[in-house]
């Protein structure tokens, strides 16, 4: 069973970065799509990013285009979630998530249903303050 650990978290402030990471381990396919979400206290998970280790190809929600980056390392099997341009809106538990049923057209949508993923880590938590 897959299992996915997160780091690099914190505080920054508004305007600031951050780099996310995801380690994963025990995946039983060579590809799969891998996904980062977030959650505020009192709100849904929602989607923020999502990226196809056969390919590389990503997807990112509308509200952190241009400012988030999505990446990986194969070789590691580690994803990572750059973060540039913070707001404080952006605070949330940050969370890994794997699929890997998931064919790389699906993890080409724009579709990041939380009930989706089959694996996820224990999150990170990024506070941004004004």
């Known amino acids: 069973q897959a299992q996915l650990v997160e780091s690099g978290g914190g505080s920054v402030q508004a305007g600031g970065s951050l780099k996310l990471s995801c380690a994963g381990s025990?995946?039983?396919?060579?590809?799969?799509?891998m996904g980062w979400f977030r959650q505020a206290p009192g709100k849904e998970r929602e989607g923020v990013a999502k990226?196809?280790?056969?390919?590389?190809?990503?997807v990112y929600a509308d509200s952190v285009k241009g400012r988030f980056t999505v990446s990986q390392d194969n070789a590691k099997n580690i994803v990572y979630l750059q973060m540039n341009s913070l707001k404080p809106e952006d605070t949330a538990m940050y969370f890994c998530?794997?699929?890997?049923?998931?064919?790389?057209?699906?993890?080409?949508?724009?579709?990041?249903?939380?009930?989706?993923?089959?694996?996820w880590g224990q999150g990170t938590q990024v506070i941004v303050s004004s």
């Open positions: 998530a794997a699929n890997e049923l998931a064919l790389g057209t699906w993890c080409a949508t724009t579709r990041m249903a939380h009930y989706e993923w089959n694996a």
């Open positions: 025990g995946f039983t396919y060579s590809s799969r799509c």
């Open positions: 990226i196809y280790t056969g390919d590389g190809n990503t």
